[in-house]
């Protein structure tokens, strides 16, 4: 048989994520706060998106329809951008609840923007109050006691102290990137360890609490020794600790006290970058006709499709410039439908959550339910996939406290009686109140917890509860009672 190069035509099938199912999948993912961000830049690339005021009629902008609609988009219309969200091809008009009858709580300044007789939005940030942070305050003390090269180089190790007030660095390296002798370094540090707060510039937790007993006067050669010796007390070895510093019951009594009393990191006392605050996602309560899901829209702005921007533009303009504003109204319409769809889907993922989790928001955390994504997915009828991107950073709000939406999924724990099982943060929740609830004589061991547990009706191994204990951040039985023996 002859070889040579021949053409064929072959059909073959394959899954392609287009351009806009891949930014429906990053919409979805999105918190509203990031969301915010992504819009804003919308905003500024597309000239036919805007946002509509808090007093605007919608004059002139559509956040619908495209120019020259005469009616309201159907369901057909909107199905490829439905898919695009929720993976699954389901419609956008079978949400479990009905909102449209619930009044819910103002959830921005802007909902309330004629309350202060003008047209401007109410700057909360403007009322708090600015602390100053740890690096500020040593500096400004630096200014006060040193000069010349010593500012320099206090300059260089303020800068080396982190946010608990602890430097770390080595003494001998910087004296050599800077070109001084080590005793200047040391000399520099000595004084910086006399600032406030009490015990900042020190190398390690010994050195920081000596700072601050040499500061009350309480650096006898006995808390020397004690405090040369803190792993010791960390263990709770007080006959050992008795013998080496030569104390009775009575004065080691009083030096234990007296070093509980000091700061291991005197840092904190001042703010360094704050900690974000969480915005909710979603807010949940609780109605006459059942409980109500509502996304939080205060973060994002309104956006609109200018139908009057268009036709302006496009009127007598050339064929290329016609092309490039139907791809931007293109763009624009979808963006809107994305951002309605991905809303949708949000809503009607939290009202699953909310119906399966029901015991937690009437009762508390011990009544919740083991629940998987694979369960909310089956109940809405959407890809586990979905689910999973709808519940990532995310939170919702609710009468019990703000949440994050992946607090809701746990593992479960079954019953030594019938086919009943009860969450894994249910049984955290009593592992947690069962040790608070302790006394010092009486240290429950791992399997003591386990057998009470057990006797309460879950099903639970010794090694479970340990897993647990060590993730909600206490120690062994013979950690704690170290503990309750140095608290008193």
């Given at each position: 048989?002859?070889?040579?190069?021949?053409?064929?035509?072959?059909?073959?099938?394959?899954?392609?994520?287009?351009?806009?199912?891949?930014?429906?999948?990053?919409?979805?993912?999105l918190?509203?706060?990031?969301?915010?961000?992504?819009?804003?830049?919308?905003?500024?690339?597309?000239?036919?998106?805007?946002?509509?005021?808090?007093?605007?009629?919608?004059?002139?902008a559509?956040?619908?329809?495209?120019?020259?609609?005469?009616?309201?988009?159907?369901?057909?219309?909107s199905?490829?951008?439905?898919q695009?969200?929720?993976?699954?091809?389901?419609?956008?008009?079978d949400l479990?609840?009905?909102?449209?009858?619930?009044?819910f709580?103002h959830?921005s300044?802007?909902?309330?923007?004629?309350?202060?007789g003008?047209?401007?939005?109410?700057?909360?940030?403007?009322f708090?109050?600015?602390?100053g942070?740890?690096?500020?305050?040593?500096?400004?003390?630096?200014?006060?006691?040193f000069?010349?090269?010593e500012a320099?180089?206090?300059?260089?190790?303020?800068?080396?102290?982190?946010?608990?007030?602890?430097l770390r660095?080595?003494?001998?390296?910087l004296?050599?990137?800077?070109?001084?002798?080590?005793?200047?370094?040391?000399e520099?540090?000595?004084?910086?360890?006399?600032?406030d707060p009490?015990?900042?510039?020190?190398?390690?937790?010994?050195?920081?609490i000596?700072?601050?007993?040499?500061e009350?006067?309480r650096y006898?050669?006995?808390?020397?020794?004690?405090?040369?010796?803190?792993?010791?007390?960390?263990?709770?070895?007080?006959?050992?600790?008795?013998?080496?510093?030569?104390?009775?019951?009575?004065?080691?009594?009083?030096?234990?006290r007296e070093?509980?009393?000091?700061d291991?990191?005197?840092?904190?006392?001042?703010?360094?970058?704050?900690a974000?605050a969480v915005?909710?996602?979603?807010?949940?309560r609780?109605?006459?006709?059942?409980?109500?899901?509502?996304?939080n829209s205060g973060?994002l702005?309104?956006?609109?499709?200018?139908?009057?921007?268009?036709t302006?533009?496009?009127t007598?303009a050339?064929?290329?410039?016609?092309?490039?504003?139907?791809e931007?109204?293109?763009?624009?319409?979808?963006?809107?439908?994305?951002?309605?769809?991905?809303q949708?889907?949000?809503?009607?993922?939290?009202?699953?959550?909310v119906k399966?989790?029901e015991?937690?928001?009437?009762h508390?955390?011990?009544h919740?339910r083991?629940?998987?994504?694979?369960?909310?997915?089956?109940?809405?009828?959407?890809?586990?996939?979905?689910?999973s991107?709808v519940?990532?950073?995310?939170?919702?709000?609710?009468?019990?406290?703000?949440?994050e939406?992946k607090?809701f999924?746990?593992?479960?724990?079954?019953?030594?009686?019938?086919?009943?099982?009860?969450?894994?943060?249910?049984?955290?929740?009593?592992?947690?109140?069962?040790?608070?609830?302790e006394?010092?004589?009486?240290?429950l061991?791992?399997?003591t917890?386990?057998q009470?547990?057990?006797?309460?009706?879950?099903?639970?191994?010794?090694?479970?509860?340990?897993?647990?204990?060590?993730a909600?951040g206490?120690?062994?039985?013979?950690?704690?009672r170290?503990?309750?023996?140095?608290?008193?």
């Amino acid at each position: 048989m002859a070889l040579g190069p021949r053409l064929d035509l072959r059909q073959s099938q394959s899954l392609v994520m287009t351009p806009q199912l891949q930014q429906a999948i990053k919409l979805l993912a999105l918190s509203n706060l990031e969301l915010e961000a992504y819009l804003a830049e919308a905003l500024e690339g597309n000239p036919l998106l805007d946002t509509a005021s808090a007093d605007s009629d919608g004059s002139g902008a559509d956040p619908e329809f495209a120019p020259g609609s005469d009616g309201p988009t159907t369901e057909a219309a909107s199905l490829d951008a439905d898919q695009a969200l929720s993976a699954d091809g389901g419609g956008a008009n079978d949400l479990d609840i009905d909102l449209a009858a619930d009044s819910f709580h103002h959830d921005s300044a802007s909902d309330n923007v004629g309350l202060s007789g003008s047209g401007e939005d109410i700057d909360f940030d403007s009322f708090a109050e600015h602390e100053g942070t740890l690096h500020d305050h040593l500096m400004a003390q630096v200014g006060e006691r040193f000069g010349g090269i010593e500012a320099i180089v206090a300059g260089q190790l303020v800068a080396l102290i982190d946010e608990t007030g602890y430097l770390r660095a080595d003494l001998a390296e910087l004296a050599a990137q800077l070109g001084v002798p080590l005793t200047l370094i040391e000399e520099v540090l000595a004084g910086i360890q006399c600032f406030d707060p009490s015990g900042v510039g020190g190398r390690d937790l010994a050195e920081c609490i000596a700072i601050q007993a040499r500061e009350a006067d309480r650096y006898d050669p006995a808390m020397a020794t004690m405090i040369a010796h803190l792993d010791l007390v960390a263990k709770g070895a007080f006959p050992q600790l008795k013998r080496i510093c030569g104390v009775d019951d009575e004065d080691l009594a009083d030096m234990i006290r007296e070093l509980r009393g000091y700061d291991p990191r005197p840092g904190l006392r001042f703010g360094g970058e704050g900690a974000p605050a969480v915005v909710p996602d979603l807010y949940i309560r609780q109605t006459a006709q059942g409980w109500a899901v509502e996304v939080n829209s205060g973060t994002l702005p309104r956006l609109l499709v200018n139908r009057r921007y268009y036709t302006e533009l496009a009127t007598g303009a050339a064929a290329k410039s016609k092309a490039w504003l139907s791809e931007q109204l293109a763009g624009a319409n979808w963006l809107v439908r994305a951002l309605d769809q991905r809303q949708r889907t949000i809503v009607k993922v939290a009202s699953a959550i909310v119906k399966q989790q029901e015991g937690f928001f009437l009762h508390g955390v011990a009544h919740m339910r083991p629940l998987t994504l694979r369960q909310v997915a089956e109940e809405i009828g959407m890809h586990e996939s979905t689910v999973s991107r709808v519940t990532s950073n995310k939170y919702l709000s609710c009468p019990r406290g703000l949440f994050e939406l992946k607090y809701f999924f746990s593992s479960g724990i079954s019953a030594t009686e019938g086919d009943g099982a009860v969450s894994a943060e249910a049984v955290k929740s009593r592992i947690k109140a069962m040790i608070e609830a302790e006394d010092s004589k009486a240290i429950l061991s791992d399997e003591t917890i386990a057998q009470k547990l057990s006797g309460e009706g879950h099903d639970i191994a010794r090694r479970t509860v340990v897993k647990y204990r060590e993730a909600m951040g206490y120690g062994s039985s013979v950690q704690r009672r170290r503990q309750k023996a140095l608290a008193g």
